[in-house]
């Protein structure tokens, strides 16, 4: 007769309910949409000096004679969004080895449709804003906010085609790419060398602890802690070191699949036989043996890269990007008005609502017209046009890359006004545009 199966414990139930909600796709982008409403509620209360004087609070870190001192708002931009980006990087290095950038036939057609939707915004806000102060913003419109777009491909749930989802996912990662490039590149102050040198020295230090096969987390975080020091005396952006230090962690397996089976199934059987001593696994030590060897052997036969982006991406989901929205997002809606003719606004909403669905639509129709790629199954050029659009919320990335832009407030006020309404429209236009479409047949190009 089979055994009772054990009661689930009242926490478990308690739980379960914030459990199911996490597991879902679109559970991100709502937490994010309610931190983004929240700020800018916040922000415009009879209590928005309390918004302004909290992000502004001086919070110190040190050990011994060392002290680093900044405020809040450092800590959130320079500091969290560094493990937002070491997860980005994650993910890129992830998908270019493994997933739709890995062969150059899957990856031409996000890789071409990503890079149209990154140069078309970029000269629509240059047209309006290239001999102006608002130059330097040029990279605003560029990127897309991974997050809301798929929380938007998840509402829509059937109605849009696996093959769009995952076109979009990896159009996304390499949008994140060209803005690492363009922030390393063009968002750097004068350089440190010897601070740069200095980093050079750990990442030639994390490589050589890859090579020789250190899987522990400890290592990598200890020496990536000193690389993130190193980069933010270097004049580099110091997420950068995020990206960094991601391509450096081992995406090998301590053990192949056959051998894991093998002692999985030596193990398993093992733990059968301690089993009809009827002892529990408290008391029993062969049972705690055999626990003990099969975690290990799950250890052993996952990639270290593959467990940290799965152990770090609920805390990036749930706690970084929300609160990065929160610490961001505030912005006093009084000034809408003057935002309205602004060339840094309009620079954005151009480049976001009309830059991101004529770019990624032409560079895909090109792409497939040349035969250097074609469109995933099911996936019609009205699923790409709507696509196009959704990719045009720039949320988060947007904000962080004006907060690199400007440094004068009524500049990035101006910034974050357009942004906010762009990733809005954006996002309602390609919501109602992927509705319509549904799971109609591809069409020829001709």
């Known amino acids: 007769m089979a055994r009772n199966s054990t009661p689930q414990a009242?926490?478990?139930?308690?739980?379960?309910?914030?459990?199911?909600?996490?597991?879902?796709?679109?559970?991100?982008?709502?937490?994010?949409?309610?931190?983004?409403?929240?700020a800018l509620v916040w922000a415009n209360s009879p209590?928005?000096?309390?918004?302004?004087?909290?992000?502004h609070t001086s919070l110190?870190?040190?050990?011994?004679g060392f002290t680093l001192s900044h405020d809040l708002h450092f800590w959130v931009n320079d500091g969290l969004m560094a493990v937002f980006f070491f997860v980005v990087g994650l993910e890129i290095k992830r998908e270019l080895l493994a997933g739709e950038l890995a062969s150059p036939r899957q990856a031409a057609l996000p890789i071409l449709a990503a890079l149209g939707g990154v140069v078309v915004p970029a000269l629509l806000y240059s047209a309006l804003n290239a001999r102006g102060p608002?130059?330097?913003?040029?990279?605003i419109p560029m990127a897309t906010d991974i997050a809301f777009a798929i929380g938007v491909m998840a509402l829509l749930g059937e109605r849009v085609p696996l093959g769009l989802k995952v076109f979009l996912t990896a159009l996304a990662i390499v949008d994140d790419i060209a803005a690492v490039l363009v922030i390393a590149l063009f968002y750097t102050a004068e350089l440190a060398w010897g601070a740069l040198g200095f980093a050079g020295v750990c990442l030639l230090t994390l490589f050589a602890a890859n090579r020789l096969g250190v899987r522990n987390p400890i290592p990598y975080a200890l020496a990536g802690c000193v690389l993130w020091m190193a980069?933010?005396?270097s004049g580099v952006h110091s997420t950068i070191a995020g990206v960094l230090l991601a391509f450096m962690i081992p995406s090998r397996t301590a053990l192949n699949q056959s051998e894991f089976l093998r002692d999985s199934r030596a193990v398993l059987d093992h733990f059968e036989r301690a089993t009809e001593s009827e002892r529990s696994v408290l008391s029993d030590s062969e049972q705690q043996v055999a626990i003990e060897a099969l975690e290990d052997g799950c250890e052993k036969v996952q990639p270290p890269l593959h467990r940290l982006e799965h152990g770090l991406h609920p805390w990036v989901t749930f706690a970084i990007m929300p609160?990065?929205?929160?610490?961001?997002?505030?912005?006093?809606l009084m000034g809408v008005g003057k935002a309205?003719?602004?060339?840094?606004?309009?620079g954005v909403v151009l480049g976001l609502v009309l830059g991101k669905p004529i770019g990624i639509t032409l560079a895909s129709w090109l792409a497939v017209r040349l035969g250097?790629?074609?469109?995933?199954?099911?996936?019609?050029?009205k699923h790409i046009h709507g696509a196009g659009w959704v990719a045009g919320i720039g949320f988060t990335m947007s904000l962080f890359m004006a907060g690199l832009s400007f440094r004068d407030e009524a500049q990035i006020t101006a910034a974050k006004l357009g942004i906010i309404t762009a990733s809005l429209c954006a996002g309602i236009v390609g919501s109602v545009i992927l509705l319509r479409t549904g799971q109609e047949a591809p069409k020829s190009i001709a």
């Open 372 to 381: 250097l790629a074609s469109l995933p199954e099911n996936v019609s050029w």
């Open 340 to 346: 309205v003719g602004n060339p840094i606004a309009l």
């Open 47 to 55: 209590w928005s000096e309390s918004y302004a004087s909290l992000w």
């Open 134 to 139: 608002g130059a330097p913003g040029w990279g």
């Open 231 to 233: 980069v933010l005396q």
């Open 60 to 64: 110190s870190v040190g050990m011994g």
């Open 323 to 332: 609160l990065f929205a929160l610490a961001n997002a505030g912005v006093p």
């Open 10 to 38: 009242p926490i478990v139930k308690l739980v379960r309910p914030f459990q199911e909600f996490a597991a879902r796709e679109t559970s991100g982008g709502i937490l994010l949409l309610a931190c983004t409403i929240a």
